[in-house]
């Protein structure tokens, strides 16, 4: 009997990766550094087709995130600095998630007394169309 892991592996089996040839990263290696437009180009034509691959849902937020990781690198000096200032903003993401799972747990754990409460009744008021 299929599990509910093996039901979503079926329904996400076709990711944007799928449909990309193999990476090879000394083809890569090789381009960037005798063809460093081409390898511009292949880079920008891959990750775009990711994005037009993965579902509609999140194609906004990653070409944002396409645009933004661009302009940092367009504005760093050097490819260490562009290192350096992209892996922070990942950091800074990991750091918003691991906040906001602790809130989320917090509310939950101090508000468990809600979620087990017994039900009370009320009195219904009938209101009076003017």
Known sequence: MPTSIDRYKQEHSQDCLSNLPEFDFDEWASLHKNDPEAFEEKRIEWLTACIINAPQKYQKRLNGLMFH??????????????????????????????????????????????????????????????
Do not use: G, Y
Request: net charge neutral.
């Open 69 to 130: 990781i661009n302009s940092i690198r367009r504005l760093e000096k050097n490819p260490m600095q562009t290192c350096l200032k992209i892996s922070a903003m990942m950091m800074d993401s990991l750091n918003d998630m691991r906040t906001f799972l602790s809130d989320l747990n917090s509310t939950i754990s101090n508000n468990s007394e809600f979620v087990h409460a017994e039900k009370t009744s009320a009195d219904i008021l009938q209101f009076v169309r003017p």
